[in-house]
């Protein structure tokens, strides 16, 4: 009689990636980001292929989880409609304005958002690369593309987290607070990473910093202006027969 052969180890990573996206790495390179982003930086600045999971590929990954989640608890369209819900919004204004119901405006808006916000907001801040290339010119692209998803990585994490806790316990003030937070990780994890990569000195870290998180925040907030823009458009076609 014979017995099957126990999985190897990565036979079990082969099929958590399999079914997540994720692998073993990935949580690596997450934890790295955290304790020690200056190590991942200059893997990335190497090119180095082994040692970390490529910073695109861990977005991604959390965006879509971020999505998975938003759609357990209603997708964008049932977060909208909480928010509406529980604060202080004029919502006889907005269905007065956009001709229908907020029901029916929040589902078509989130109709629109689940398939176009990770899109945008992330396409927007992905533009941050240029600037990571103005500080060191020396970089390779892709390069330049791992260092700046490495620092959005760490901010979607807490984003991710801020999404979980605000639809668990309905407080969405807590929202209110996700920009300012998202901008702060965004000055430190630069500051932390950059040393010998991106700046020569601590100085020098923390006006690059500040200039990086400056201008990622702001693309971030037109990101989601354009989303907003696109998903009340349609939302307000659809209400109205279109």
């Known amino acids: 009689m014979t017995t099957s052969p126990k999985p190897r180890n990565d036979d079990v990573e082969d099929f958590v990636e399999d079914i997540l996206g994720f692998n073993f790495r990935s949580f690596r390179t997450i934890y790295a980001l955290f304790v020690k982003p200056r190590a991942v930086f200059q893997a ?3 090119r180095d292929r082994e040692a970390y999971t490529p910073s695109l ?3 991604l990954g959390i965006i879509g989880i971020q999505v998975l989640f938003s759609v357990i608890w209603g997708g964008y369209g049932g977060l909208l409609l909480s928010q509406w819900e529980s604060g202080d919004t004029n919502v006889a204004l907005i269905e007065q304005a956009m001709g229908g119901p907020i029901e029916e405006i ?3 808006y989130g109709d629109v958002a689940n398939l176009l916000h990770a899109v945008l907001v ?3 801040t992905g533009l941050s690369a240029f600037l990571i290339g103005a500080f060191n010119k020396s970089l390779h692209w892709t390069a ?3 260092i700046t998803f490495a620092i959005l990585s760490v901010a979607s994490v807490v984003g991710l987290l801020l999404l979980v806790v605000t639809a668990v316990t309905g ?3 807590l929202m209110t607070w996700s920009l300012p937070v998202i901008a702060l990780l965004y000055g430190i994890t ?3 990473g950059a040393p010998g990569i991106l700046a020569s000195t601590r100085t020098g870290a923390i006006v690059k910093g500040f200039l990086f998180s400056l201008t990622a925040i702001l693309l971030v907030f037109l990101g989601g202006l354009i989303m907003a823009l696109i998903g ?3 939302a307000a076609i659809r209400v109205n027969g279109g």
């Open 171 to 173: 407080h969405f003030t």
């Open 144 to 146: 330049r593309i791992n």
């Open 106 to 108: 929040a589902r078509h």
């Open 122 to 124: 992330g396409g927007m």
């Open 57 to 59: 590929r861990i977005w």
């Open 190 to 192: 630069f500051y932390r």
């Open 44 to 46: 990335y600045a190497d």
């Open 232 to 234: 009340f458009v349609y």
